[in-house]
């Protein structure tokens, strides 16, 4: 791996990254499921948690550390560039800085919460799959898939929705986003199960790996591990 270029690896940690990207984007929209009101970043989202198992399940944990530490860099490019975007005067004929700024300023409360979440929720995930993936010597796809998103899912859900809202809305309301964006992104995940489980075994096959972290550092800082 450190001396050839792994194309599967490559697409799979670029597709996460535009996962996460759009999903940071699309989040001011607010949607109504039921009588649930949820951002629209619900569609996509769960998809970096699936991406997240593969490359733990096929590449093991080191890679998916360096893909999740990606993955921030870019949104934090990405959050930058918006700002500045939104710093320089339009042009006079231009009408539509306002929406242009509501769009794509994030409040630097709602940056820190979707960093805080998303790192703690990414690492928690891989990890659980990593630990399971060495436990079950390799079996069971299907039940650490699911478990490890619930995992991430929990912790992502529970950090973003306090530090995001926590003196906004009601403790009943906050724990009722928090339970919905845990179930609804979990069931994403069953669904996508049959489909996740064949390109696992697919990668597997190409790649001629299935990575065992039996003597791994689990430190998420640990970024040269490689």
Not at 30 to 38: F, K, P, R, S
Not at 62 to 74: P, V
Not at 88 to 94: K, L, Y
Not at 95 to 102: G, W
Request: contains cysteine.
């Amino acid at each position: 791996m450190k001396n050839q270029l792994s194309v599967p690896f490559m697409l799979t940690g670029i597709l996460f990254t535009a996962c996460l990207i759009i999903a940071n984007i699309i989040a001011v929209k607010i949607v109504e499921v039921g009588t649930l009101a949820l951002p629209a970043s619900i569609l996509i989202f769960p998809i970096t948690y699936i991406l997240n198992d593969v490359i733990a399940e096929v590449w093991g944990f080191r890679k998916a550390r360096l893909i999740i530490w990606s993955g921030l860099a870019m949104n934090a490019v990405m959050a930058l560039f918006f700002w500045l975007s939104i710093l320089i005067p339009p042009a006079s004929f231009w009408t539509d800085q306002e929406s242009y700024a509501l769009i794509l300023g994030a409040t630097p409360r709602l940056v820190l919460a979707s960093f805080a979440s998303y790192l703690t929720g990414s690492f928690l995930n891989a990890f659980v799959m990593s630990r399971m993936k060495v436990y079950h010597k390799g079996k069971y796809f299907g039940v650490r898939a699911v478990l490890s998103t619930i995992a991430g899912e929990t912790a992502d859900s529970f950090i973003f929705i306090t530090v995001a809202f926590a003196g906004i809305y009601s403790i009943d309301s906050l724990l009722l986003m928090i339970g919905t964006q845990i179930l609804l992104k979990t069931l994403y995940e069953v669904l996508a199960l049959p489909l996740t489980s064949r390109v696992v075994k697919w990668f597997k096959s190409i790649e001629g790996v299935d990575v065992f972290d039996t003597s791994v550092s689990y430190n998420p800082f640990k970024v040269k591990d490689v």
